[in-house]
């Protein structure tokens, strides 16, 4: 069975850059956000990171077949149903939990197997030893805990609450869909308490014994090579600076990806950049930015996050 590389954090917090660098490194493959596939690949059929549809994808095609027998053997509202029964962010205290009844357990694995048979196919039509999977959800991580077996190893992402909140309030496109869409926005107080619940959530899974390792996107983006070496060791791959050559200063450069569902980023094909995204520090106004900060203090400075706003000037 393949390692599972689970990447997660609260949205906006960089996860899809660091899938998609991971993605480059040999034995890897890169899924995407598997937690939304069910919903917009298998039943609205949207673009797969390679361009085409879902249902046009080859790579897709033969993970449904291996792992289903086809995509039109998955009952997808059987899934969200599962997904909507356990996979909640305000169940992790259950889901964290050391027992559960019997009836509940069989509901977790039931909704983890559909994710072990994704990651099983992948892994075998690829050639990866490791399958990326990049939902961010915490209650996704706490289900497929449940499933027995499973090399699941977390990658907790975590960034600046207020860059993130910044980033919750700007407006982003969804190209993927077949109506133009805007991606969800959150005010700075919302995305403050969301950032507060779900990375918390991580240190609960840590604590049931999953390996989890946190990085800080803001030191992962100013040196990508350490924090991949870092991530592949991680992940138990053998990987050396030879295999790092796709990042050249502060640029990458990214092959296409099958990456199924999650942010635009993953369409970016060619040199993309590498740089922190500071424009929070300018752009989010004071008193939001002292709110969020506040909100947010424990955890902040758990990170080693300053509270204090320096000027990047
Ligand atoms: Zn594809």
């Not at 954090?9 to 490194?25: A, I, Y």
């Not at 259950?94 to 357990?105: D, I, N, T």
């Not at 500071?278 to 902040?300: D, S």
Request: proline share 5%; aromatic share 8%; hydrophobic share 45%.
């Amino acid at each position: 069975m393949a390692k599972v590389l689970f990447l997660g954090g609260l949205g906006r917090s960089g996860t899809t850059l660091v899938e998609r660098l991971l993605g480059e490194l040999p034995g890897v493959c890169a899924l995407g956000e598997i937690v939304h596939l069910w919903q917009r690949d298998v039943r609205d059929d949207e673009r797969c990171g390679c361009g085409v549809r879902f249902s046009a994808c080859d790579f897709w095609d033969a993970v449904g077949e291996r792992a289903f027998g086809g995509w039109h053997q998955v009952d997808v509202y059987r899934v969200l149903a599962l997904q909507n029964a356990v996979e909640r962010t305000r169940y992790i205290p259950r889901l964290a939990a050391s027992r559960l009844p019997e009836e509940h357990v069989a509901l977790i694995e039931e909704y983890a197997g559909y994710y072990a048979a994704i990651y099983e196919a992948a892994a075998a039509i690829s050639g990866a030893e490791v399958v990326v999977d990049s939902s961010k959800h915490s209650a996704l991580a706490h289900c497929l805990r449940w499933w027995p077996g499973l090399d699941l190893r977390v990658v907790h992402v975590v960034r600046d609450a207020r860059g993130v909140a910044y980033s919750w309030t700007k407006t982003v496109v969804r190209p993927e869909a077949e109506v133009p869409a805007e991606m969800t926005r959150y005010s700075p107080a919302r995305s403050a308490l969301l950032w507060n619940a779900h990375n918390a959530a991580f240190a609960l899974l840590a604590r049931r014994g999953i390996p989890v390792r946190r990085i800080r996107y803001e030191e992962f983006v100013a040196d990508p090579r350490t924090g991949l070496l870092d991530l592949a060791a991680f992940a138990g791959l053998d990987i050396t600076v030879a295999d790092l050559k796709f990042i050249d200063g502060e640029e990458a450069e990214l092959r296409p990806s099958h990456s199924a569902a999650g942010n635009p980023m993953r369409f970016s094909v060619g040199r993309v950049p590498l740089r922190r995204d500071e424009a929070w520090r300018e752009a989010l106004p004071p008193v939001q930015r002292r709110l969020v900060g506040t909100v947010c203090a424990p955890l902040l400075t758990a990170y080693g996050y300053p509270l204090r706003n320096r000027s990047s000037r």
